[in-house]
């Protein structure tokens, strides 16, 4: 099963995937948790690039596939093993951010991420939602996305994604207590994955 966190940052997306894995492994599941941009050897290359550099919209978009392209190799290769496959971000955060959030055409960002997963998609998609305002003042690190302007375009991009994928995408209200959400969680992983 693979099982993505999206949200805009401040939203406590690395927070619930960390318990989540930490919930599954302590009921036997062979589990594994990987970050966005970044993950592989290559991917933490070229996180550290994204992270640290301003980019043209374009450039950062055909960066976070080729470290996606790595990271997918990765994720198939983990999923034959058995293994739960936890994301903190994935194809969403892409299409968020870079289309709706940085104006790249949402079309080339959905095909961009089809060519780099090889159609790989996950199972069960959380979306901590979150207003801007909010979640700028949880966050402990300044970071380019800052602006609450573009996090509202982001923001918006999630919901529509969601509003799309209705079957793949829970929406969940993350200005509730951390350990509200996590139940959440509890509960519709407990009922999909039938235990």
Do not use: H, W
């Not at 933490?44 to 190799?73: G, H, K």
């Not at 996305?145 to 995408?169: D, Q, S, W």
């Amino acid at each position: 099963m693979i099982i993505t966190f999206e949200g805009i940052d401040g939203s406590g997306k690395t927070t619930q995937a960390l318990k989540l894995k930490n919930f599954l492994e302590r009921r036997g599941f062979k589990v594994v948790l990987k970050k966005e941009p970044g993950g592989t050897e290559v991917g933490d290359l070229l996180r550290e690039i994204l992270i640290n550099r301003e980019l043209e919209p374009l450039t950062e978009l055909f960066l976070f596939e080729a470290s996606r392209v790595e990271l997918v190799r990765e994720i198939k290769k983990l999923a034959e093993e058995g293994y739960v496959v936890i994301l903190d971000r994935f194809t969403d955060s892409t299409l968020a951010y870079q289309g709706y959030g940085r104006g790249v055409k949402p079309e080339l960002v959905q095909s961009l991420n089809r060519v780099a997963t090889g159609g790989l998609e996950p199972d069960l998609t959380f979306l901590l939602d979150i207003d801007p305002e909010t979640a700028l003042k949880r966050l402990s690190r300044r970071t380019r996305f800052e602006n609450p302007e573009f996090l509202k375009k982001v923001r918006e991009g999630y919901l529509r994604i969601a509003k799309e994928n209705p079957k793949r995408v829970v929406v969940l209200d993350a200005t509730v207590p951390e350990e509200d959400v996590f139940e959440r969680i509890k509960d519709i992983i407990t009922k999909r994955m039938g235990f």
